[in-house]
């Protein structure tokens, strides 16, 4: 997912280059939208992971 919004920043940054702002923005908006999501998934993966990974031990 990181790597689908690194795809969109750069496409976004290269609209914005050429001088299609609007569609530049848009791109943007969708890899800072991927990024977040990717970040909280991996969040609550990762305390998903610490909870098993105690009652296993236990």
Known sequence: MIRWAIIFLVIGLV???LGFG???GAFI???KFLFFLAIAIFVIL???GLIA???IVD
């Open 53 to 55: 990974g105690k009652k």
């Open 15 to 17: 609209f914005a280059v």
């Open 29 to 31: 908006g969708v890899a």
């Open 46 to 48: 990762l305390i998903l």
């Open 22 to 24: 609007g569609i530049g």
